[in-house]
Nanobody
Framework: QVQLVESGGGSVQAGGSLRLSCAAS????????MGWFRQAPGKEREWVAA????????YYADSVKGRFTISRDGAKTTVYLQMNSLKAEDTAMYYCATDRIYERGWVRGRCRGADDYTDWGQGTQVTVSS
């Protein structure tokens, strides 16, 4: 059973930084998508960033490109989201997710499609004050 546990959320002032972590267990990731999504109150869930574990290719939403960085640790079991130059509009619950179906999410949409993800973490809150 896949488990994804996020941590690292908190409150920060605009311009500050946070690093989110997602510890994954229960599955051996080879050619899968691992992504971060966020959802603010009253808004739809938004894809933020993803890494394709087959080649460690990374993808970013335009709204975070140049400010956020997704990466994995050496053991390939933890995914990070380094968030710099945070803005008030980054305030949301952030979720880690993975698509356990071999290559599916990457082939279909370069890991951008929420419907391709099979497992989700419980979320971690990020609040940015202006």
């Amino acid at each position: 059973q896949v488990q994804l546990v996020e941590s690292g959320g908190g409150s920060v002032q605009a311009g500050g930084s946070l690093r989110l972590s997602c510890a994954a267990s229960g599955y051996s990731f080879s050619r899968n998508c691992m992504g971060w999504f966020r959802q603010a109150p009253g808004k739809e869930r938004e894809w933020v960033a993803a890494v394709y574990t087959g080649d460690d290719l990374t993808y970013y939403a335009d709204s975070v490109k140049g400010r956020f960085t997704i990466s994995r640790d050496g053991a390939k079991t933890t995914v990070y989201l380094q968030m710099n130059s945070l803005k008030a509009e980054d305030t949301a619950m952030y979720y880690c997710a993975t698509d356990r179906i071999y290559e599916r999410g990457w082939v279909r949409g370069r890991c951008r499609g929420a419907d391709d993800y099979t497992d989700w973490g419980q979320g971690t809150q990020v609040t940015v004050s202006s």
